[in-house]
């Protein structure tokens, strides 16, 4: 049966190395994100979290493209995210409706969308953080959002009972992409650091969390779990 995966974020970092992997597996690949998706054959549908209308007409375009398609499975991806350096007594309302714009709001823009449509043997999965269970010093509204990300995928997994579409959480660890090296100033010295806090003394790579989503999506005992791949993290 022809998958059709269709993961938001997939121009750079986890949401590439998936989109790379479904692609491998010869299934049909939908990007949404700003940027185009960099992997051959992935179909990108511009879209702006930030921006309300840019979301509908993706859902709109979404929706009259799986017209002809009303009997494959869909795995839907929930990776976009925007991480800021902020606290929990400074930041501005406007900072943290744009962070729950990108990682809040627009996923349940898709959900509403998408799940009337989607057929058995679908998955939504959800790309968490080790900061979905957690918190830490300076990332305030990234914590509030991944937290809200985990109880959408409880919800998600008590709502769609019965329905034979399952949901997960995945939660990575320190990975090498854009978002961790931008969040650390592109210093190496603090990367390296952060690779000595697991028990490989490595950053985790975004190949490693592609293997697990797709894992996710053809394992349907995961339903309503949080997954961690964080190669054994050191906790203090
Ligand atoms: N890297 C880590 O250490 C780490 C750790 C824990 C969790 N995660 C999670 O892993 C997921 C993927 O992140 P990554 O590390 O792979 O980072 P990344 O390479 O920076 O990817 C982030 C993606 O989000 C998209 N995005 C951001 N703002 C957007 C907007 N306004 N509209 C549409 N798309 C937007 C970006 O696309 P455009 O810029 O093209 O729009 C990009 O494709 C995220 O949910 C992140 O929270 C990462």
Redesign the pocket.
Known sequence: MNLIAIL????????AAAASRFVDNGDTVINI???TCPVAGVDTLP????DESSVASTCERLIERLASHEDSPICLVH?????LKDRCDTTEDDNLRQVLA?NVVGINTLNRALLPKMPEHSSVLY?G??LSEKGVAGAFSYIVSKHAQLGIMRATCQDLMGRGIHTAMIC????D????RRHVGHDESVLDHLGTMNSFGRLVA?EEIADMIFWAHHNPVVNGSVVHGNLGQVEH
């Open positions: 938001t974020g997939a121009s750079s970092g986890i949401g994100s700003r940027r879209t702006d979290f930030t990776n976009a995210a925007l991480m990108v790309i953080s080790t990575p660890g320190f990975t992409t854009s978002m961790l975004p």
